[in-house]
């Protein structure tokens, strides 16, 4: 900054910076709107001069070279509080272990990317357990000491309310006890997660195009349901993190203490993943069983009868691979007394299978349910424009129901 003045003026506004004491002894710095007659009354009229002046305001995250002022402009993004030095990192490589299991070298990476390229786009981190006493919440409150008022919480009300200006800007943002259900709020969350714009709005002003670098970490003991995934989604890192043999009520602050020496370890850390995508981490390096468990449970409950349907076919004729029109599964959804439509069923096998149809209409064996529950094949082929599921398919996909009864 120009100066030292608890004052300066962007545009043609006054503002104050103003240290806020937080409940754990720190404070956060907070830009608040003066008024120039106030500050006159408070220093005299030549005080005005010696407020230094920036043309406009902007948020540029840099951690290794921060500065306050960007070419005449006012830099918003709040200076780090921890400064690199040497020392002892045995608590914190611990906890990150425990946090991160076998994939420990790629959670380093992603502090390491956080800390020297802030702009960089990541990947949306879970952490998830049905068990307390796990360390998310801690790790949640490590990242806000790391990174301090360029991280902000958020709960679903703040994300889906049309004023984003307290967290609009943030590098991250941190979700605790997550849990959606609104569709819209999680394709908002994917789409923040690779967008290079945002638009910042506060309650009685108009919006305003700003360039956006937030990144969602976030923690839920819901693992199988807080968030709906669909199979083809590579935006999401998900985590089952373990129960904590032996709690440490002192965690937190041996965590903070060793602050300074592990940003000074990253800094010396070669990256084990050098980047390979535009999230940096390539999806199948990030894949877990906590993720393949997220996705099946988020499959709707028309997937689950139309796919033991198929199954019922595969495992009674002994089949590779089941051949059928939406018809087809229509006319024996409805036996079942499930609710549902042709557009459903196509829906499901097009856009949440991936499956493409025949161009043109072919022969095959057309399969029929009976109010008695017996299933028959046809003797006869008819021919329509038919999907085609294998056996491998379904085991890859629903291996929980290849042996389940209808």
């Not at 349901?225 to 993190?241: G, L, M, S």
């Not at 209409?361 to 094949?377: C, E």
């Amino acid at each position: 900054m120009k100066s030292k003045i608890p004052y300066l003026r962007i545009g043609t506004k006054y503002k104050k910076i103003i240290l806020f004491p937080t409940i754990n002894g720190d404070e956060i710095e907070l830009l608040v709107e003066w008024d120039k007659n106030t500050i006159i009354q408070d220093h005299g009229k030549k005080f005005l001069d010696k407020i230094p002046t920036y043309d406009a305001s902007v948020c540029y995250p840099n951690h290794l070279n921060f500065s306050k002022e960007i070419k005449g402009l006012y830099n918003t993004y709040s200076e780090l509080k921890y400064k690199p030095k040497e020392g002892s990192v045995t608590h914190t490589l611990k906890f990150f272990k425990h946090i991160f299991g076998e994939q420990l070298e790629l959670g380093l990476d992603y502090i390491k990317v956080l800390y020297e390229y802030p702009l960089h786009i990541l990947p949306i981190l879970c952490l998830v357990s049905n068990e307390r006493s796990t360390g998310k919440s801690t790790f949640l409150k490590y990242l806000k000491e790391v990174f301090g008022n360029n991280m902000s919480y958020l709960d679903s009300h703040s994300l889906n309310s049309n004023f984003n200006l307290d967290w609009g800007n943030k590098l991250l943002l941190g979700l605790d006890e997550a849990f959606f259900q609104k569709e819209e709020i999680i394709e908002r969350i994917k789409c923040l997660s690779t967008s290079n714009k945002n638009k910042l709005e506060a309650k009685g002003k108009e919006r305003v195009e700003v360039d956006y670098f937030g990144k969602f970490v976030m923690c839920s003991n819901k693992e199988d349901t807080f968030i709906k995934i669909d199979p083809e989604e590579i935006r999401f890192w998900v985590r089952k993190v373990p129960k904590i043999a032996l709690e440490d009520i002192d965690l937190l602050s041996k965590l903070i203490e060793e602050l300074p020496a592990f940003l000074n370890f990253i800094i010396n850390r070669s990256f084990a993943n050098e980047r390979k995508t535009r999230m940096w981490f390539e999806p199948q390096v990030l894949h877990t069983k906590a993720l393949e468990k997220l996705i099946k449970n988020s499959r709707n409950r028309l997937e689950i009868e139309i796919a033991n349907v198929l199954i019922s076919l595969i495992e009674k004729f002994e089949l590779e691979e089941v051949k059928c029109v939406p018809d087809d599964l229509l006319n024996v959804l409805l036996k079942r007394r499930v609710r549902t439509n042709l557009g459903e069923i196509r829906s499901v096998l097009k856009s949440k299978w991936q499956l493409k149809n025949q161009k043109n209409s072919l022969a095959y064996k057309r399969f029929f349910f009976h109010n008695d529950g017996d299933i028959t094949l046809s003797t006869v082929s008819e021919k329509g424009r038919y999907f085609t599921i294998t056996k491998t398919f379904l085991e890859k996909n629903f291996d929980e129901l290849m042996n389940s009864t209808i």
